[in-house]
């Protein structure tokens, strides 16, 4: 069994993560992989913080740690592996013109119209095509109990984001697999995703981990922990004299 922590430095880490990784480093063995590749968010500052937060906290994780923004060329080759395939197409909408339709594949004619006028694209997931590779449902095992991916129900997602050429859906999945990630412990907020990544793993002949999904720490109000809310943090807690006994126990559900 082996399992994984992941944070992205984005922010400093809160009584949420606290909770998470309780979750994750108690479930078995575990290593801690730090998500960061979107460059414009992700700060070295956080990640030391990361470092220092968890150990005061008690948890302990092998050496080396797994950076992902250090990987990016594994993540574009499962893009390239995916694409030559003809399982991916060239998505140049906005956020705001996705709005108002789906996304879909375009004539051969406009896009090279598109690329010749150097407009931004992102790379999508061609469930369509997809489905052509792959049964038309999927399993995989929970803790709790088995599930089936249904394709038919699934979106064409981006694989291949405009800014930085790869997404989260696939630096997680490759990075599960390269480091025989058994066991995926994360938040009730992760379980949409998880079908996308199973669809993923099948098509790159992927091993899927067994998932599960624990409930989220919550506010008073019912909203989750977040670094956008500025939740009470890790650091903060620390700095105001509390041990990491009383931290661990504030983060329990």
């Not at 489905?131 to 981006?158: G, M, P, W």
Request: charged content about 25%; aromatic content about 8%; proline content about 6%.
């Amino acid at each position: 069994m082996l399992t994984r922590f992941a944070p992205s430095p984005t922010g400093y880490l809160h009584l949420g993560h606290a909770h998470a990784a309780a979750q994750a480093f108690g479930f078995g063995p575990c290593l801690l992989r730090i998500e960061d590749i979107d460059k414009t968010r992700c700060r070295p500052e956080y990640r030391t913080a990361i470092y220092q937060d968890l150990d005061w906290l008690g948890f302990d994780w092998p050496i080396p740690v797994r950076i992902q923004s250090q990987h990016r060329g594994a993540y574009l080759d499962v893009i390239d592996n995916l694409k030559e395939r003809g399982l991916l197409y060239r998505c140049f909408k906005t956020r705001a013109q996705l709005q108002d339709a789906p996304p879909a594949p375009l004539p051969e004619a406009e896009i090279q119209t598109r690329l010749e006028n150097k407009e931004p694209f992102a790379w999508r997931l061609s469930i369509e095509k997809c489905q052509a590779r792959v049964k038309s449902t999927l399993t995989y095992e929970d803790t709790e109990q088995d599930k089936t991916v249904d394709l038919s129900q699934l979106d064409d997602i981006v694989v291949g984001r405009k800014d930085i050429g790869t997404s989260y859906h696939i630096a997680v999945t490759h990075d599960d697999m390269i480091q025989n990630i058994t066991h995926v412990v994360r938040g009730a907020d992760f379980i949409d995703q998880t079908p996308y990544h199973v669809l993923i793993q099948h098509l790159m002949g992927w091993p899927t981990p067994i998932y599960h999904h624990h409930a989220l720490l919550l506010r008073d109000d019912g909203e989750k922990l977040s670094k956008r809310h500025s939740d009470t943090t890790i650091r903060s807690l620390r700095e105001n004299s509390l041990t990491a006994r009383q931290v661990l126990d504030m983060s329990a559900p």
